[in-house]
């Protein structure tokens, strides 16, 4: 990485996540998030931001093209500099690098970065198609576009490569076998499930905070095989806003500024089918012999978040993820690329991600989720609920992570939660991972307590 | 959720009728919800891709081949996402293998009606990347991972890659 400059985040709100906010429209969520913000850092004004960098996934749910501009006239930053930034799911994510870089390249001391959506525009069917046109709409929505349905090829042949290939390898019958496995692998995602309503059910901003089993999820209706309703995220309608600012101005404003340690970013093809099938890009703790017999991505991992967990650790000089992290917030859009995204992540091996979850090491540590588990709390994975519990309203989700997580460093999730049980204690460093796509995109930026 | 669609048809079908109406007015609040309908149709050119789709009127299912390293696309493309030189046509089998697959019971408006529905990428012998169809025919119960299936076409053509789908093979 080249010479730059340090940035911080020194403040965030965010609205509450709903399934439709009719008293509020995108303007106004904006500026409910915004004004939090404000309040939070009583000595800033308006005039004192530099820019802006605003996020929505689409102009189908807005049906208002240049919305981004009516969020910047409605919070009074006109006439200076702003732009939006879109990619999909991880919108939100790329936002923050975006603001990251209007301060780290010396261009602004002071940036609002702001996403939103509202989903609750269309019913849920005509929803599910605005985001399928985010596959390529020549070869891929034509044939049924649904992206639990992408997500569901995904996971079935995560399943068929990491369970049935080991722990069913014995089985001759290929059908049982598959049976088998998938029958453990959705075992196993509902545990994911339970987690993150759990945890939703201390974050008053959560849209579906729920106390369920495992058989619950197991028997809630099946959406694209083995994807069940517990296992997917809502749509949502609202915003979240961060305030960030470089290193020469950020203690003017707040005693807990955060550092933005490593910003990462990969990318990979937009259809599925064109995924190629080569060598895993590899950390450092990681050998090639790990995954002599691995093809890779192929339609089961996600290159694109490998890549940005690679450079990301890089830049914040992390080295062992698991004792240098003390929480991640990370895309669930569905349980099945929470599992998955541990793996790109390095939190374990590739085909250990059911393993790390069976652990109980993505769990926090004092909740208590009726469910027996060895190793709780070693790596709190969503702690606010992630998408699955608190909602997903593209633009705002990736903003919402890393408002989460500044409240977490700052020790301050009491203080805006109005209840301390998800606040990882201690919290030194926590990671944010945003994700577009079938992977098309993902973004990880870790932030630290200074 | 299927008469909750149903309904929402006859409501659009009467909006359409006498311009937007009031879809709901919460009660206790002042907001105002309203219907407003909003169609497209889009002139379309498959460009660089239209061979493909000519070629299912002929029954042939076409991917592309790297002209300089010989890379091979199960699901055509201009140019090498390896090299980024200019590929040429090949003629795909029309037997393959499912790599992968779901049965889908709910879903995106326009197909709704279709579900439920299996999806199934298929891998070709020797090419390098695979093709996403439907797979018609065989219930969730008998759907695996290293299956074999054939391409077959639909004799309405409607000029979408869904012209052609998968059966088993055997």
Known sequence: MAKQRNVYVISGGVTKFAKAHPDMDFRLMVKKAFDYAMNDVPSLEAKDIGSSRISYFSDHFTRQIMAASMVQDTLGLNPKDSRRVEWGGATGGQCIQAGWEAIASGRNDICLVAGFETMSRVETWKGNEFIALASDTNFDYPVGGFYTGYYALMVQRHIYEYIRKTKFAEIKDEKEAQKLATREAMRIMSMVSVKNHMNAMYNPYSQRPMKLTVDDVLKSDMVAYPLNRHNICTMSDGAAVMILASEDVARQYTEKPVLIKGVGCGTDTMRLADRPYGAVPLFDWERKKDYANLRYPGVHSFRSGRIAAIEAYKHAGIKNPNKELSFIELHDAFTSSEIQTYEDLGLCKYGEGYDFVERGSPFLANIDYGLELQNKGAMPVNPSGGLIACGHPIGATGVMQGVFALWQLQGRIKKHFGDDSLQIKNAKRGLIHSHAGTGCAVTVSILEAV | ?170
């Open chain 2, 1 to 170: 959720m299927v008469r909750k669609f149903d309904r929402f048809r006859d409501l659009i079908a009467e909006v359409k009728k006498s311009g937007a109406a009031i879809y709901n007015n919460p009660a206790g609040t002042e907001d105002l919800v309203v219907l407003s309908p909003y169609s497209i149709d889009y002139i379309h050119s498959y460009a660089q891709d239209s061979k493909f789709f000519m070629s299912l009127e002929e029954g042939k299912l076409m991917g592309s081949v790297c002209k300089k390293c010989k890379y091979k696309y199960g699901t055509p493309r201009s140019h090498c996402m390896e090299c980024g030189n200019e590929t040429e046509w090949f003629e795909l089998p029309l037997e393959g293998k499912v790599h992968s697959w779901t049965t889908c019971y709910f879903g995106s408006e326009e197909f709704l009606n279709e579900t439920p529905f299996n999806l199934a990428l298929v891998e070709f012998e020797d090419v390098d990347t695979l093709f996403l169809s439907r797979l018609m025919g065989p219930k969730m119960e008998d759907v695996f991972t290293g299956m074999k299936v054939r391409a077959e076409f639909r004799r309405d053509k409607r000029h979408l890659v869904s012209d052609v789908y998968f059966v088993p093979a055997e």
